[in-house]
């Protein structure tokens, strides 16, 4: 995977009237190549209050390259929570290195 440093995050719950409060974790993730997948998916909740979510990396095998040049992918999680529900999420590598988004947004 390539230098994480320009990696880009962003957290924030839809209160939008009308459909159910959904937390999106959406990142940009730079592997480095054009053959490598990544997606993301729950691992843990930190034991604090209110919790910290935990999301976990994980490397997919994709089977058609993109375009030369083409080494960003973006990530979207998303579950159903509340306003104030997290406390923030942090994100988990899969070299075991961590990135902590500490302030989820509100859209509505």
């Keep these: 995977m390539a230098d ?3 990696d880009q995050w962003k957290a924030w719950i839809n209160v939008m009237p009308g459909s159910a409060h959904t937390l999106h974790v959406v990142g940009t993730v730079d592997v ?3 053959h490598d997948g990544l ?3 729950f691992d843990s909740e930190e034991k ?3 919790p910290i979510l935990v ?3 994980a490397s997919v095998e994709i089977f058609i390259p993109r375009q030369p040049g ?3 992918v973006t990530l979207h999680y998303q579950k159903a ?3 104030g529900q997290y406390a ?3 994100v988990i590598y899969p070299d075991g290195s961590q990135r902590e988004i500490g302030f989820i947004g509100i859209a509505n």
């Design 4 to 6: 994480k440093s320009n």
């Design 32 to 34: 480095g190549n054009e």
């Design 55 to 57: 999301l976990k990396i």
């Design 39 to 41: 997606t993301i998916e």
């Design 81 to 83: 929570a509340t306003v």
């Design 88 to 90: 923030g999420v942090a």
């Design 48 to 50: 604090s209050n209110p």
């Design 70 to 72: 083409d080494t960003k």
